[in-house]
C-alpha cells in the first residue's frame, strides 16, 4: 500500500508541474478576427467622415451594406468555429468518460489539430488519465499481492491442519510420530523423514523414521560434533540446510545416498523456548511443486514447535497412565489391609483362642470358637470375592451411618469387647468413594485396638455440623502409642495401618490427629464436605 501511496504522490506532483490550461485561437480565428477589425474600424471612419463633411455620396450606402454584410458573416463564422470547437470537446469528454467506465483506463483525449483551442485542457485531462491508470495498476498489483499471500497462508494453514489432525488422533508416542512423519512426507514431498529425540546422554537418540535404513535404531550423535548440521539447527534454533548427501549418516543404505537433488533439512522440535530433538526432511531439490513448504523457515520451526510440544504432552501422558497405575495398586494393597488381611488377623486371633481352649479341654468353648473360625472363614471369603468382584468396602447403598454400625456390630460380636457408638450425624448423603475412606479408616482403628492397645473398652462418636463440618472420634483407654512401637515393614506390609490412615484422611481433603498420654489412644479425623450434601440432624446413641 505504501509503493501505491508514494506513486500516486509522484503523479500529483506531476500535474501540479503542468501550465494553467488556457484556449488556443487557430490561425484562421485570427484572420477572421483582424478582418473583422479592419472593417469595423473603416466603418467608423466613414461614419465620423460624414459626419464632418455633411456629404453624402451616391456609393456610400453600396459601401456600408457590404462593409456589415462582411461583418456579419465574419462574426456567424465566428459563433460557427466557437459551437463547433465546444461540441467537439463535449463529445470527447463524453467518449472519454464512457470508456473509463467500461474500464478501460488507457483511454485519452484525442488532438484533431495542431491548433486545437482546448489542447491544453485535454493535456490535463489526460494527465489525470495516466495517474488514475498507474494508480489502477498499482492497485491490481496490490490485490494480486495479497491474493498470493492469502493463497499462501491457506496453505500453510492447511498443512498445520493436517499436522494437528495427526497429532491429535495418535494414542501414544509412537503413533504419534509415525501419523506425523507420514503426514509430513505427504505434504512436502520427501523422500525420507526422521525424528531425534535429545536423551539423558545429551545425544541425538532416533525414534521414529520413513524411508530411510533400518540399522539405525541404536545410533546416537554427539551434541559435541560442531559440524553436524543437525546439532547445529538443535543449538541455534534455526533451519539448517546439507545439499551434500553423502555427509549424512542418517542416507546410509538409502538410494539418494549419492543423489545431487536431493538435500536435508534439519528443523528443530522446541518446548517452552528449549531444543529437546529435531526432525529432518529428505527433499528433492528443484521440484516444480505448486505449493511446496520446504522453503518456509518459519512455516516448519511452527510445526516443529507443535511436535514437541505433543511429544512432551505424550510424554506426560505417560507418565500420568503410569502414576495412575502406581496409585491404583497402592489403593488395591490398602484396599487389601483393610479388609482381607483384617479378616485374616482376626482369624489369627481366634485360632489362637482356640488353641488355648483345646489345651484346657473345655468342649463347649472349642465348639463356639469352632464356630467363629468358621464365621470368620466366610467372612474372608466374602470380602476377597468382593474385592474380586467390585473392588469395594462392604456397603449396601445406606450411608456411611449404616455402615459403621454394621462395623460396630460384627466387632462386638467377634471380640465381645464394650464398644459405645454416640452419632450426630447431619449428612444424608456422603459420595461413594468418601464412604469407601471414612469405613476403612474406622475398620483399621478398631483393628489396631484389638491387636495393640490390650483394652476392651471402645469409644466412637461421629459428628457432623449444618456446614458441612465433620468430625469421628475413637478412643480407647489402653496403653496408647509408645515411642518404640515398630514401624512399617514393606516386606511383610505390617505395622503399615497409620500410615495408611493418613493416606485415607489426606484424600479426604482432611486431618488425621493422634494423641495419647499412656492411658489410652483418642484418635479423630475431621474433613469437611459440601453444604448442598447436608440434611436435618438426627442424633443418637448405641
Same mark, same amino acid.
Given at each position: 500500500?505504501?509503493?501505491?501511496?508514494?506513486?500516486?504522490?509522484?503523479?500529483?506532483?506531476?500535474?501540479?508541474?503542468?501550465?494553467?490550461?488556457?484556449?488556443?485561437?487557430?490561425?484562421?480565428?485570427?484572420?477572421?478576427?483582424?478582418?473583422?477589425?479592419?472593417?469595423?474600424?473603416?466603418?467608423?471612419?466613414?461614419?465620423?467622415?460624414?459626419?464632418?463633411?455633411?456629404?453624402?455620396?451616391?456609393?456610400?450606402?453600396?459601401?456600408?451594406?457590404?462593409?456589415?454584410?462582411?461583418?456579419?458573416?465574419?462574426?456567424?463564422?465566428?459563433?460557427?468555429?466557437?459551437?463547433?470547437?465546444?461540441?467537439?470537446?463535449?463529445?470527447?469528454?463524453?467518449?472519454?468518460?464512457?470508456?473509463?467506465?467500461?474500464?478501460?483506463?488507457?483511454?485519452?483525449?484525442?488532438?484533431?489539430?495542431?491548433?486545437?483551442?482546448?489542447?491544453?485542457?485535454?493535456?490535463?485531462?489526460?494527465?489525470?488519465?495516466?495517474?488514475?491508470?498507474?494508480?489502477?495498476?498499482?492497485?491490481?498489483?496490490?490485490?494480486?499481492?495479497?491474493?498470493?499471500?492469502?493463497?499462501?497462508?491457506?496453505?500453510?494453514?492447511?498443512?498445520?491442519?493436517?499436522?494437528?489432525?495427526?497429532?491429535?488422533?495418535?494414542?501414544?508416542?509412537?503413533?504419534?510420530?509415525?501419523?506425523?512423519?507420514?503426514?509430513?512426507?505427504?505434504?512436502?514431498?520427501?523422500?525420507?523423514?526422521?525424528?531425534?529425540?535429545?536423551?539423558?546422554?545429551?545425544?541425538?537418540?532416533?525414534?521414529?523414521?520413513?524411508?530411510?535404513?533400518?540399522?539405525?535404531?541404536?545410533?546416537?550423535?554427539?551434541?559435541?560434533?560442531?559440524?553436524? @548440521?543437525?546439532?547445529?539447527?538443535?543449538?541455534?534454533?534455526?533451519?539448517?540446510?546439507?545439499?551434500?548427501?553423502?555427509?549424512?549418516?542418517?542416507?546410509?543404505?538409502?538410494?539418494?545416498?549419492?543423489?545431487?537433488?536431493?538435500?536435508?533439512?534439519?528443523?528443530?522440535?522446541?518446548?517452552?523456548?528449549?531444543?529437546?530433538? @529435531?526432525?529432518?526432511?529428505? @527433499?528433492?531439490?528443484?521440484?516444480?511443486?505448486?505449493?511446496?513448504?520446504?522453503?518456509?523457515?518459519?512455516?516448519?520451526?511452527?510445526?516443529?514447535?507443535?511436535?514437541?510440544?505433543?511429544?512432551?504432552?505424550?510424554?506426560?501422558?505417560?507418565?500420568?497412565?503410569?502414576?495412575? @497405575?502406581?496409585?491404583?495398586?497402592?489403593?488395591?494393597?490398602?484396599?487389601?489391609?483393610?479388609?482381607?488381611?483384617?479378616?485374616?488377623?482376626?482369624?489369627?486371633?481366634?485360632?489362637?483362642?482356640?488353641?488355648?481352649?483345646?489345651?484346657?479341654?473345655?468342649?463347649?468353648?472349642?465348639?463356639?470358637?469352632?464356630?467363629?473360625?468358621?464365621?470368620?472363614?466366610?467372612?474372608?471369603?466374602?470380602?476377597?470375592?468382593?474385592?474380586?468382584?467390585?473392588?469395594?468396602?462392604?456397603?449396601?447403598?445406606?450411608?456411611?451411618?449404616?455402615?459403621?454400625?454394621?462395623?460396630?456390630?460384627?466387632?462386638?460380636?467377634?471380640?465381645?469387647?464394650?464398644?459405645?457408638?454416640?452419632?450426630?450425624?447431619?449428612?444424608?448423603?456422603?459420595?461413594?468413594?468418601?464412604?469407601?475412606?471414612?469405613?476403612?479408616?474406622?475398620?483399621?482403628?478398631?483393628?489396631?485396638?484389638?491387636?495393640?492397645?490390650?483394652?476392651?473398652?471402645?469409644?466412637?462418636?461421629?459428628?457432623?455440623?449444618?456446614?458441612?463440618?465433620?468430625?469421628?472420634?475413637?478412643?480407647?483407654?489402653?496403653?496408647?502409642?509408645?515411642?518404640?512401637?515398630?514401624?512399617?515393614?514393606?516386606?511383610?506390609?505390617?505395622?503399615?495401618?497409620?500410615?495408611?490412615?493418613?493416606?485415607?484422611?489426606?484424600?479426604?481433603?482432611?486431618?488425621?490427629?493422634?494423641?495419647?498420654?499412656?492411658?489410652?489412644?483418642?484418635?479423630?479425623?475431621?474433613?469437611?464436605?459440601?453444604?448442598?450434601?447436608?440434611?436435618?440432624?438426627?442424633?443418637?446413641?448405641?
Amino acid at each position: 500500500m505504501s509503493t501505491i501511496e508514494s506513486d500516486t504522490d509522484n503523479s500529483l506532483a506531476s500535474g501540479l508541474k503542468l501550465t494553467k490550461p488556457s484556449i488556443k485561437v487557430p490561425k484562421r480565428a485570427v484572420v477572421v478576427l483582424l478582418m473583422l477589425l479592419l472593417l469595423f474600424v473603416t466603418m467608423g471612419v466613414i461614419y465620423f467622415w460624414i459626419m464632418a463633411s455633411g456629404k453624402h455620396p451616391v456609393w456610400l450606402p453600396a459601401v456600408m451594406s457590404v462593409l456589415w454584410l462582411a461583418a456579419g458573416a465574419g462574426m456567424f463564422l465566428m459563433l460557427y468555429w466557437m459551437w463547433q470547437e465546444f461540441n467537439r470537446l463535449s463529445n470527447d469528454l463524453s467518449d472519454w468518460a464512457t470508456s473509463l467506465l467500461n474500464g478501460d483506463l488507457s483511454v485519452r483525449m484525442p488532438f484533431h489539430t495542431d491548433y486545437c483551442p482546448s489542447k491544453g485542457i485535454r493535456q490535463h485531462i489526460n494527465v489525470i488519465s495516466s495517474d488514475y491508470e498507474g494508480m489502477a495498476e498499482q492497485q491490481r498489483l496490490y490485490v494480486e499481492q495479497q491474493e498470493t499471500y492469502l493463497a499462501e497462508k491457506k496453505y500453510h494453514l492447511s498443512v498445520l491442519y493436517d499436522v494437528a489432525d495427526c497429532i491429535n488422533s495418535s494414542s501414544d508416542l509412537d503413533d504419534l510420530l509415525q501419523r506425523f512423519l507420514q503426514t509430513i512426507q505427504g505434504v512436502t514431498n520427501a523422500k525420507a523423514a526422521a525424528v531425534r529425540l535429545l536423551d539423558k546422554d545429551d545425544s541425538l537418540r532416533l525414534v521414529a523414521s520413513i524411508g530411510l535404513g533400518p540399522m539405525l535404531s541404536d545410533v546416537h550423535w554427539s551434541l559435541e560434533n560442531e559440524q553436524c @548440521v543437525c546439532v547445529k539447527s538443535f543449538a541455534d534454533n534455526c533451519v539448517s540446510r546439507l545439499t551434500e548427501m553423502p555427509q549424512c549418516s542418517l542416507t546410509e543404505s538409502t538410494d539418494f545416498s549419492e543423489s545431487e537433488d536431493c538435500e536435508m533439512l534439519a528443523i528443530p522440535l522446541r518446548y517452552q523456548g528449549k531444543s529437546i530433538g @529435531v526432525y529432518n526432511l529428505f @527433499v528433492p531439490r528443484g521440484g516444480e511443486l505448486e505449493s511446496s513448504i520446504t522453503d518456509e523457515d518459519a512455516l516448519l520451526q511452527s510445526i516443529g514447535k507443535h511436535l514437541g510440544m505433543a511429544i512432551e504432552q505424550a510424554g506426560v501422558e505417560e507418565n500420568s497412565r503410569l502414576l495412575s @497405575v502406581i496409585q491404583e495398586r497402592t489403593r488395591m494393597a490398602h484396599e487389601l489391609h483393610d479388609s482381607l488381611a483384617q479378616t485374616l488377623a482376626s482369624l489369627r486371633y481366634k485360632v489362637r483362642l482356640f488353641d488355648d481352649s483345646l489345651r484346657r479341654g473345655d468342649e463347649e468353648v472349642l465348639w463356639q470358637e469352632l464356630e467363629g473360625l468358621e464365621g470368620g472363614i466366610d467372612d474372608a471369603y466374602a470380602e476377597l470375592r468382593s474385592l474380586i468382584t467390585h473392588f469395594r468396602a462392604p456397603i449396601d447403598g445406606k450411608g456411611v451411618l449404616r455402615a459403621v454400625e454394621r462395623i460396630v456390630e460384627r466387632y462386638r460380636r467377634d471380640t465381645g469387647f464394650d464398644v459405645f457408638f454416640y452419632h450426630n450425624w447431619d449428612l444424608k448423603d456422603l459420595s461413594r468413594d468418601a464412604e469407601i475412606e471414612v469405613i476403612r479408616i474406622v475398620q483399621e482403628a478398631l483393628a489396631n485396638i484389638r491387636k495393640h492397645s490390650g483394652s476392651e473398652t471402645v469409644r466412637i462418636l461421629m459428628y457432623s455440623s449444618e456446614d458441612g463440618e465433620c468430625s469421628i472420634l475413637i478412643e480407647d483407654d489402653g496403653e496408647g502409642l509408645s515411642d518404640d512401637r515398630p514401624g512399617p515393614n514393606a516386606e511383610t506390609g505390617e505395622h503399615i495401618g497409620l500410615s495408611v490412615m493418613k493416606e485415607r484422611a489426606e484424600r479426604l481433603n482432611g486431618e488425621l490427629q493422634f494423641d495419647s498420654d499412656g492411658e489410652g489412644l483418642l484418635l479423630q479425623l475431621n474433613f469437611k464436605v459440601p453444604v448442598a450434601d447436608t440434611a436435618s440432624p438426627k442424633p443418637s446413641g448405641s
